[in-house]
Structure formats: structure tokens, C-alpha cells
């Protein structure tokens, strides 16, 4: 048999039937075009039938030939019978299913099983309104994931639950697409053959040639399910495809397969924390994982989620009866010896990495051992091309051969290494590079985040702004936004690298990277690290012994345990230690600061007369120093201690002239730290019209204040439960709960003082639905 296309010679029952076809049509003065257009058939379709080349149709395509050549009785069940002895018993794969052993005891992958199932469900209902106009076409689904997730066992599960559903067989082709040698298309094709029982006499009189299509009509004829497990590449997996009928494919692969066309995609990664938690449970008993559900936690963490690793550590445990969770979950604790930890008998977690590891063309190997050195949980192309030295886009074109190999996943623009194949790079990069090359590739990397940090940081500062013309640096830091953007998406990678500048002694980075960071830190207030940076950089600023940056760090400090974590007292200690060595410098400003950082905290406190006391002590020197951006928060500050002291009115004025000040300084005071200046005043004026009982302007203010903290999620939710107080004050309970929920939804980057106590009242809410506020709303 020849390629599609070419002339076939089929069973003589097939010859009969198209010898038929033809008579009929001929007798009835038919060109192929005219029994085409009468009956809903191709040209080509009946023109191949007439011919041979194809197996005779379903009944359905008979009925409409019928209907078509406008047949008798008589005529129309002879041409019935010729299409039944057409299709040739031999071909008839009832009954097959080769399948190895699943498991009895499939968890989660809930969404996943149900898409597939109802692809399944399609189908079948594809075959009902199947029509020789509009053929149904089968269903092809790609499985794709890192080594570990599980796709062969959603694979097999699925063929099992939907096995019903295609009624001439199931079977399972292993395509090795791991292996140093794969099986070529051929072999696996005639494997096919021979599964579904197709006739030893129509393989042979094909010959290798005809096997594709003789492959094709078999899976076109049949309602079959089909497992294509583990394929290596397109080229392996494209000519397997079925062109036409109502079978379901399902093909698994490390690789992504982004070549294939017209296919449904199924990506898998690590389960979530229930699921894995709910298999380590059904492997080890729940007995035992009541005992120490802690320490179940702490394995599954510990295993990536990673279903491999997963059923691996199971299985141990499983096997070790004697042994309680806790113990594994400490073995597994040293991320040095964790890979050899998760190895059940013949089965290693490392084992399944380095199959995929192997194919990896140079590059990209290169890459993925040093992506072990990114301390974050991601990347970006041009933070990985410091790794390399590669040019960015060439370092993305490598970050996607990862993607498409199944090592690397990606969060939106970012790539993500799962934490077992980090652990796995990091074995590769030490068994195959030098420490000088590492250390080389680790220090590229560092140098490159804490620079484009103090370039991005200083957006926020004033005097410096954009970045200088000679800056020739590998990411877009044109405004403020993007400089933004970039420290938080690498936030935890520069932190990393300042800590590593830091244990190395280089305290002038430490401090220059703070100093950087200082008015931006207002836009990002609880992202969790301020307090470590800032006390960082003071000991960083004592240690080259210069009492005027030393004042400043300290300060800044002050400001982190005040704001961050509500740790009045010791911000205190702080503020005054800044204002000690600020003194010993004869340094004004800072002077000024620590006064104002001072003021912060007695306010907190309620201690409204030190505030106030420091409050102008702080305004005098910074008048004095002549730093306008220091005046003008003495002046807030004034309002928001007679906010806090329960004093509206004389707050409402003091806070106008503010406002005042701010809408006359124009220009001189950058956007971003007027845009937060105004936030506080705005809260601030809420608290005190509050006090007044009047709820509409109270309310007015905080809005004006969501519109100006859009981007800065610290000071939105503290605005939110202000709002949801306000509300509440007011008998609006429904707006009020709206208010809290808004909080709460903010996430990791919201007060968390304020999402607890949005919480609070929305159970107070819930238990109570006439609930009013016996808070004030306060602006911190």
C-alpha cells in the first residue's frame, strides 16, 4: 500500500462494494460531482470508496449514498449489505484493552478528570449527529508536565473511567520518549495493528508501505480510546494522529508538544496542599496522619506537592510501620540529602529528572544547573542571562526550551523552578562546573539585582528620578511603574543579593541599596522586610564609621518597627539612637527625622503630648535644615495627632492648612510622596468628620483616598476598614461589608492589622446583622 493518496489493494469484499457504488451511480446518470451534491459525501470520498482506498462506510454514509442515487428497497439494503461485508471482521477490535495496572487509590486532579471525561461525553454525542456533511472529527488531548506530575496516571485513570464510551477498545502504546533509543513510527504503527487484531493477510499484502494508511482507516472505522504515553517530540507523535473519526486520543509527554495542531491541552503541575496531603494520608493510613498531621505537612511541603515524590515518601512510610511521619519529615528537612531521601525500592525522584535532563541541548543544560543559583521562587530572562552571559533574548529563547522540555514552569512573564528540580540543578551544577565558575555566574547575578535596584529605588527619591543617561542596563526602567513592578517581581532575589553584600563586608552597597530604597519602602509598606533591610544597613552604616549615614539608617529603621510591625516602644529606642548619632554629626535633617519617627510612635502610644512636643521640635529643624518633604510631614503629623486625640475640629483645621501647604508647594514635592501625603491627610480628615457624626463626608474622604492609593496595597486596605467603620457607624451594613471583604482580598501585601480586623467584623457581621461599629476608624 503507498502513501495517502495512492491506490490500495484492499479485501474483495471492499472492491465489491465500491464495483457497486459505481454501477449504481452509473446507472442512475450520476457524475461523481452530482452524487457529491445530492448525497452530502465528498467528491473524493466517494470517488476513494469507488476506487478501494478506503474501508466501506458507516451506515449512516450508506443511507445518505442511498438517498443520494434515489434507491429502491431492494437496491438500498443490497448496497447495506455490500458496505457490512466491506468491513472486514478482522478489523473489528471489539473487546480490546491493554492497559498496564493503574492504581486503586487515584487522588485529586478533580478539574482535570472531569475536562477529560467530558471531552469523552462529547464525542459520543459528536457520533449521534454525525453526518456525511459535517463528519465528526476524533478528539485529541495532550497530557504535558514536568517528570513527576502524574500524567500517565490521569492518563489511565481517565481511560478507565471513560472506557464505557468506546465500545471497540482501549489501548495503551508506551512511545518511550525518554530513551536513548525510541521505537520509530513504523514499529509503532504495526503494534496498533496487531493489537486491534487487523488481518496478519492485510498487513502483509500492504507491505511497511501501506501500514500508515491501513493505521489511519483503523482508527477512522473505530470508536476506540487510544493512551499515546509518554511521547518524545512532534515528529514521533504527529503521523499516530488519527485524520478522521469519532476515537479520543490521549497523549502524555514531558514536552509540551507546541507544534501540534488542532489539539486540546491538559497542563499538569504539582498538586495542590490538600491533595497532596489527602495521598501522603490514604498511603500511610489516616491513623497515623492524625497522630502528626504537622508533620504530613511538612513531607508533602518538603516533596514539592510533587505526586512522584509524593507516593515515593508514601511508600516508604508505608513499608516502615514502626517509623512515625516526624521522622521522615526531619530526613527530608536537608535539602542536601533530600533527593536520595525520596527513593522507594527501584524508584528515584532524581531518576526522572535526569531522563529529561539528558536531552537538553548544551545551553539550555547549562542554564537550568545555574538557575539553581536564583535564590527566589522565579526568573526572568534578563536576570538569567547575568547566569550565562547569554544575550537577553537568547536567554529566553533557552528559558522556553526548558518550558517546552517539562523542567521549567512558568507564573505569567516569570519562570519558576519547581523546588525538587532546584534541588536536582543544584547536584548537576556541582558535579559539572568549578566553584570558580559558579561563584562567577552567582556574582554576575547579585551585582546585576542590587544595581538595577538603586537605579530602579531612586525613582522614589528626590533629586534623582529616572534613570541617568549613561545607564545601559537590560531592563526597561523608563517610569516609575515599571521601576516598581521590577523590585517587587524580584524582590526576594535582590534581598538575597543584599544579604549576600552584607555577610561579604561590602557596606557601601548595603547602605547605597537602602538609601535607594528609602521613599519607595512607603509604596510597599508590608511586604515583610524593611525592618531586616534597615537595621541591615545601620549596622552596615556603624561599621564604616560614619555617624551621618549611621543617623539615617537608624531612622529608617525607626520608621520599619513603627509601621511595619507596630513595635512602638522600640522605635522609640531606635529614634533615639538616630538622634544620638545625629547629634554627634551636627546634622540637622536627621536630627529633625528623628524627632518626627519619635512623634510617630508616642502617637501610637497615645502619649499625644510627646507627639506634639516632638512633632514641632521636628518642624523647627527641618525649617532650620531647610527640607521641604520634612516640613511638610511636620505638618501632617500636627493633624493626625489631633485626629487621634479626639480632637475633630482643631484636627479639621490643622489638616486645611496642610492641604494648603501641599496644593501651594506645586512641583516641589515629587507625585508620588504628594499622592501618599495626601492619603494620610485624607484618613485623617475621615477620623475627625467621624467624630462629628458626620458619616457622608467621613465617607467622601476615604474614598478620595481609594482613588490615590490604587497601587499601594497598605494603604488601600487601611482605607478599606476605615471605610468599613465609617459604613458601619452609619447603619450601611451592606456597603460596610463590601468595605471588609475588599480588604481582606488584597492578600499578602495588605496591613495586617486591618485584614484582621476586617475579619472580625465580618463575623460580628455574620452572627449579628444589625452589628454597628463600637470602634472608631482611626488613620495610622
Not at 453 to 467: D, K, L, S, T
Not at 544 to 551: F, I, M, S, T, Y
Not at 617 to 641: K, M, P, S
Given at each position: 500500500m503507498?502513501?495517502?493518496?495512492e491506490?490500495v489493494?484492499l479485501s474483495?469484499?471492499?472492491?465489491?462494494?465500491?464495483?457497486?457504488?459505481?454501477e449504481l451511480?452509473?446507472a442512475?446518470?450520476?457524475?461523481?460531482?452530482?452524487?457529491?451534491?445530492?448525497?452530502?459525501?465528498s467528491?473524493?470520498?466517494?470517488?476513494d470508496l469507488?476506487r478501494?482506498?478506503?474501508a466501506?462506510?458507516?451506515?449512516?454514509?450508506?443511507?445518505?449514498?442511498?438517498?443520494?442515487?434515489?434507491?429502491g428497497?431492494?437496491?438500498?439494503e443490497?448496497?447495506?449489505?455490500a458496505?457490512?461485508?466491506?468491513?472486514?471482521p478482522?478489523?473489528?477490535?471489539?473487546?480490546?484493552?491493554?492497559?498496564p495496572?493503574?492504581?486503586?487509590d487515584f487522588?485529586?486532579?478533580?478539574?482535570e478528570v472531569?475536562?477529560?471525561a467530558?471531552?469523552?461525553q462529547r464525542?459520543?454525542?459528536?457520533?449521534?449527529d454525525?453526518?456525511?456533511a459535517?463528519?465528526?472529527r476524533?478528539t485529541?488531548?495532550?497530557i504535558?508536565?514536568?517528570p513527576g506530575a502524574?500524567?500517565?496516571t490521569?492518563?489511565?485513570q481517565?481511560a478507565r473511567?471513560?472506557?464505557?464510551?468506546?465500545?471497540?477498545g482501549q489501548?495503551?502504546?508506551d512511545?518511550?520518549?525518554?530513551a536513548?533509543?525510541p521505537?520509530?513510527?513504523p514499529?509503532l504503527?504495526l503494534?496498533v495493528?496487531?493489537a486491534f487484531?487487523?488481518a496478519d493477510?492485510?498487513?502483509?499484502?500492504t507491505?511497511?508501505?501501506g501500514?500508515?494508511?491501513l493505521y489511519?482507516r483503523?482508527?477512522a472505522?473505530q470508536?476506540?480510546l487510544?493512551?499515546?504515553d509518554?511521547?518524545?517530540d512532534?515528529?514521533?507523535?504527529?503521523?499516530?494522529l488519527?485524520?478522521?473519526?469519532?476515537?479520543m486520543?490521549?497523549?502524555?509527554?514531558?514536552?509540551m508538544l507546541?507544534?501540534?495542531?488542532?489539539v486540546?491541552r491538559?497542563?499538569?503541575?504539582?498538586?495542590?496542599?490538600?491533595?497532596?496531603t489527602?495521598?501522603?494520608?490514604?498511603?500511610?493510613?489516616?491513623?497515623?496522619?492524625?497522630a502528626d498531621?504537622?508533620?504530613?505537612?511538612?513531607?508533602a511541603?518538603?516533596?514539592?506537592h510533587l505526586?512522584?515524590?509524593?507516593?515515593v515518601?508514601?511508600?516508604?512510610?508505608?513499608?516502615?510501620?514502626?517509623w512515625?511521619?516526624?521522622?521522615l519529615?526531619?530526613?527530608?528537612?536537608?535539602?542536601?540529602?533530600?533527593l536520595?531521601?525520596l527513593?522507594?525500592?527501584?524508584?528515584?525522584?532524581?531518576a526522572?529528572f535526569?531522563?529529561?535532563?539528558?536531552?537538553l541541548?548544551?545551553?539550555?543544560?547549562?542554564?537550568?544547573?545555574?538557575l539553581?543559583?536564583?535564590?527566589g521562587p522565579?526568573?526572568?530572562?534578563?536576570?538569567?542571562a547575568?547566569l550565562?552571559?547569554?544575550?537577553?533574548?537568547?536567554?529566553?529563547?533557552t528559558l522556553?526550551?526548558?518550558v517546552e522540555?517539562?523542567?521549567l514552569?512558568?507564573?505569567?512573564?516569570?519562570y519558576?523552578?519547581?523546588?525538587?528540580?532546584?534541588?536536582?540543578a543544584?547536584?548537576?551544577l556541582?558535579?559539572?562546573?568549578s566553584a570558580a565558575?559558579?561563584?562567577?555566574?552567582?556574582t554576575?547575578l547579585?551585582?546585576?539585582?542590587l544595581?538595577?535596584?538603586i537605579?530602579?529605588?531612586?525613582?522614589y527619591?528626590p533629586?534623582?528620578?529616572?534613570p541617568?543617561?549613561?545607564?545601559?542596563?537590560?531592563v526597561?526602567l523608563s517610569?516609575?511603574?515599571?521601576a516598581?513592578a521590577w523590585?517587587?517581581?524580584?524582590?526576594l532575589?535582590?534581598?538575597?543579593?543584599?544579604r549576600?553584600?552584607?555577610?561579604?563586608?561590602d557596606h557601601?552597597?548595603v547602605?547605597?541599596?537602602a538609601?535607594a530604597?528609602?521613599?519607595?519602602?512607603?509604596?510597599w509598606?508590608?511586604?515583610?522586610?524593611?525592618?531586616e533591610?534597615?537595621?541591615?544597613a545601620?549596622r552596615?552604616a556603624?561599621?564604616?564609621n560614619?555617624?551621618?549615614?549611621?543617623a539615617?539608617?537608624?531612622?529608617?529603621?525607626?520608621?520599619?518597627?513603627a509601621?511595619?510591625?507596630g513595635?512602638?516602644h522600640?522605635?522609640?529606642?531606635?529614634?533615639a539612637?538616630?538622634?544620638?548619632?545625629?547629634?554627634?554629626?551636627g546634622?540637622?535633617?536627621?536630627?529633625?527625622?528623628?524627632?518626627n519617627?519619635?512623634s510617630?510612635?508616642?502617637?501610637?502610644?497615645d502619649?499625644f503630648?510627646?507627639a506634639?512636643e516632638s512633632?514641632?521640635?521636628a518642624a523647627?529643624?527641618?525649617e532650620?535644615a531647610d527640607?521641604?518633604?520634612g516640613?511638610?510631614?511636620?505638618?501632617?503629623?500636627?493633624?493626625?495627632?489631633?485626629?487621634?486625640?479626639?480632637?475633630?475640629?482643631?484636627?479639621?483645621s490643622?489638616?486645611?492648612e496642610?492641604?494648603a501647604?501641599?496644593?501651594?508647594?506645586?512641583?516641589?514635592?515629587?507625585t508620588h510622596?504628594?499622592?501618599?501625603?495626601r492619603i494620610?491627610?485624607?484618613l485623617a480628615s475621615?477620623?475627625?468628620?467621624h467624630?462629628?457624626?458626620?458619616?457622608?463626608a467621613?465617607?467622601?474622604?476615604l474614598?478620595?483616598?481609594?482613588?490615590?492609593?490604587?497601587?499601594?496595597?497598605?494603604m488601600?486596605?487601611?482605607?478599606?476598614n476605615?471605610?468599613?467603620?465609617?459604613?458601619?457607624s452609619?447603619?450601611?451594613?451592606?456597603?460596610a461589608?463590601?468595605?471588609?471583604?475588599?480588604c481582606?482580598?488584597?492578600?499578602?501585601?495588605?496591613d495586617p492589622?486591618t485584614?484582621?480586623?476586617?475579619?472580625?467584623?465580618?463575623?460580628?457581621l455574620d452572627?449579628?446583622p444589625?452589628?454597628?461599629s463600637?470602634?472608631?476608624?482611626e488613620?495610622?
Amino acid at each position: 500500500m503507498g502513501g495517502v493518496g495512492e491506490e490500495v489493494a484492499l479485501s474483495g469484499q471492499q472492491v465489491v462494494f465500491g464495483a457497486l457504488l459505481r454501477e449504481l451511480r452509473l446507472a442512475a446518470s450520476l457524475t461523481l460531482e452530482g452524487l457529491a451534491e445530492a448525497s452530502g459525501v465528498s467528491v473524493r470520498g466517494i470517488g476513494d470508496l469507488e476506487r478501494g482506498r478506503r474501508a466501506a462506510p458507516q451506515r449512516r454514509t450508506v443511507a445518505a449514498l442511498a438517498d443520494g442515487l434515489g434507491l429502491g428497497e431492494a437496491e438500498r439494503e443490497r448496497l447495506l449489505t455490500a458496505a457490512r461485508a466491506g468491513r472486514n471482521p478482522g478489523y473489528s477490535p471489539t473487546g480490546v484493552r491493554s492497559f498496564p495496572r493503574g492504581i486503586d487509590d487515584f487522588t485529586g486532579r478533580e478539574q482535570e478528570v472531569k475536562h477529560l471525561a467530558d471531552l469523552a461525553q462529547r464525542i459520543t454525542a459528536a457520533r449521534q449527529d454525525d453526518s456525511p456533511a459535517n463528519p465528526a472529527r476524533p478528539t485529541v488531548v495532550v497530557i504535558s508536565g514536568p517528570p513527576g506530575a502524574g500524567k500517565t496516571t490521569l492518563a489511565l485513570q481517565t481511560a478507565r473511567d471513560v472506557a464505557d464510551l468506546f465500545p471497540d477498545g482501549q489501548l495503551m502504546v508506551d512511545l518511550r520518549g525518554t530513551a536513548d533509543d525510541p521505537p520509530d513510527v513504523p514499529e509503532l504503527m504495526l503494534g496498533v495493528l496487531k493489537a486491534f487484531h487487523v488481518a496478519d493477510r492485510d498487513v502483509a499484502q500492504t507491505g511497511p508501505q501501506g501500514h500508515p494508511e491501513l493505521y489511519r482507516r483503523l482508527l477512522a472505522d473505530q470508536r476506540c480510546l487510544l493512551v499515546l504515553d509518554n511521547a518524545r517530540d512532534e515528529a514521533q507523535i504527529r503521523p499516530l494522529l488519527p485524520s478522521a473519526g469519532t476515537g479520543m486520543v490521549l497523549v502524555t509527554s514531558r514536552r509540551m508538544l507546541t507544534g501540534l495542531d488542532n489539539v486540546h491541552r491538559l497542563p499538569l503541575g504539582e498538586f495542590d496542599p490538600q491533595e497532596a496531603t489527602t495521598l501522603l494520608t490514604g498511603l500511610i493510613g489516616a491513623d497515623r496522619a492524625e497522630a502528626d498531621p504537622a508533620a504530613v505537612t511538612e513531607v508533602a511541603e518538603r516533596c514539592g506537592h510533587l505526586p512522584l515524590a509524593l507516593r515515593v515518601a508514601g511508600n516508604w512510610l508505608a513499608t516502615r510501620t514502626g517509623w512515625p511521619v516526624r521522622r521522615l519529615a526531619d530526613r527530608l528537612a536537608d535539602e542536601d540529602r533530600r533527593l536520595n531521601a525520596l527513593t522507594a525500592g527501584d524508584i528515584h525522584v532524581s531518576a526522572a529528572f535526569e531522563l529529561s535532563y539528558q536531552q537538553l541541548t548544551p545551553a539550555a543544560a547549562r542554564l537550568f544547573r545555574r538557575l539553581a543559583l536564583v535564590p527566589g521562587p522565579d526568573t526572568s530572562p534578563a536576570a538569567a542571562a547575568q547566569l550565562t552571559g547569554q544575550d537577553q533574548f537568547d536567554a529566553e529563547d533557552t528559558l522556553e526550551e526548558l518550558v517546552e522540555s517539562g523542567l521549567l514552569g512558568t507564573t505569567g512573564i516569570r519562570y519558576r523552578l519547581h523546588d525538587l528540580l532546584r534541588l536536582y540543578a543544584r547536584t548537576r551544577l556541582t558535579a559539572e562546573e568549578s566553584a570558580a565558575d559558579t561563584d562567577m555566574a552567582r556574582t554576575a547575578l547579585h551585582d546585576w539585582l542590587l544595581e538595577t535596584a538603586i537605579v530602579a529605588g531612586r525613582w522614589y527619591e528626590p533629586g534623582y528620578g529616572a534613570p541617568p543617561p549613561d545607564w545601559h542596563g537590560t531592563v526597561d526602567l523608563s517610569s516609575a511603574d515599571q521601576a516598581r513592578a521590577w523590585l517587587q517581581a524580584e524582590g526576594l532575589n535582590w534581598l538575597a543579593a543584599y544579604r549576600a553584600a552584607a555577610t561579604a563586608g561590602d557596606h557601601t552597597t548595603v547602605v547605597e541599596v537602602a538609601e535607594a530604597l528609602h521613599w519607595f519602602s512607603d509604596q510597599w509598606i508590608f511586604w515583610g522586610h524593611w525592618p531586616e533591610i534597615f537595621d541591615t544597613a545601620a549596622r552596615s552604616a556603624q561599621d564604616l564609621n560614619d555617624p551621618v549615614l549611621e543617623a539615617t539608617q537608624l531612622n529608617y529603621h525607626a520608621w520599619a518597627l513603627a509601621t511595619c510591625e507596630g513595635r512602638y516602644h522600640d522605635s522609640l529606642d531606635r529614634a533615639a539612637q538616630a538622634l544620638a548619632a545625629a547629634e554627634r554629626a551636627g546634622d540637622l535633617n536627621q536630627q529633625a527625622w528623628a524627632h518626627n519617627y519619635r512623634s510617630n510612635a508616642f502617637k501610637r502610644l497615645d502619649d499625644f503630648d510627646g507627639a506634639m512636643e516632638s512633632t514641632r521640635r521636628a518642624a523647627e529643624l527641618f525649617e532650620a535644615a531647610d527640607d521641604f518633604n520634612g516640613a511638610l510631614q511636620a505638618r501632617i503629623g500636627i493633624g493626625l495627632i489631633l485626629a487621634r486625640a479626639n480632637r475633630p475640629a482643631e484636627a479639621l483645621s490643622s489638616l486645611a492648612e496642610a492641604f494648603a501647604f501641599l496644593d501651594e508647594a506645586g512641583d516641589r514635592v515629587v507625585t508620588h510622596i504628594a499622592s501618599f501625603a495626601r492619603i494620610q491627610m485624607h484618613l485623617a480628615s475621615s477620623a475627625a468628620h467621624h467624630d462629628l457624626g458626620d458619616w457622608d463626608a467621613a465617607a467622601g474622604h476615604l474614598r478620595t483616598a481609594l482613588d490615590l492609593s490604587q497601587d499601594n496595597a497598605g494603604m488601600t486596605s487601611r482605607t478599606l476598614n476605615m471605610l468599613g467603620h465609617v459604613l458601619l457607624s452609619a447603619g450601611r451594613t451592606a456597603g460596610a461589608r463590601e468595605a471588609f471583604t475588599s480588604c481582606i482580598a488584597l492578600g499578602s501585601e495588605a496591613d495586617p492589622s486591618t485584614v484582621a480586623d476586617s475579619r472580625e467584623q465580618l463575623t460580628l457581621l455574620d452572627a449579628a446583622p444589625g452589628h454597628v461599629s463600637a470602634s472608631r476608624p482611626e488613620a495610622k
